[in-house]
């Protein structure tokens, strides 16, 4: 086995008494399992909207769409305008598609 002495792989090595007429050299070699990483994601499931009661659900989501303050009152200002869109879009979607997290290993190619 042929290795660099700054890696430490092999940590022990040495010949075995005799076989026959053979000889087995022995090594224990320091192998470890690289360390996996772990990756989390967050995301929704939008379907969930259109498919769970169908017309029902449509109907909700709608009239609730119609209820943010973007649309009821909607700012003067450009910055809050766009904060009213984002903070009622985020809290109609958090009702009817909320957000789900998943863990996962991220399993390095071979």
């Not at 090595?13 to 470890?32: G, K, M």
């Amino acid at each position: 086995m042929i290795s660099r002495l700054s890696d430490k792989l092999v940590s022990e090595s040495f010949i075995s008494d005799p076989i026959s007429d053979h000889f087995a050299v022995v090594t224990v070699v320091r192998a470890h399992r690289p360390v996996v990483q772990i990756k989390s994601i967050s995301f929704r499931s939008t379907s969930a909207i259109v498919f769970f009661e169908l017309f029902a659900a449509i109907d909700r989501f709608e009239s609730d769409i119609a209820k943010i303050p973007f649309v009821v009152s909607p700012s003067d200002s450009l910055d809050d305008l766009l904060n009213q869109f984002n903070m009622g879009t985020r809290d109609v979607l958090d009702q009817h598609a909320p957000l789900k997290y998943r863990t996962f290993a991220v399993r390095p190619d071979n």
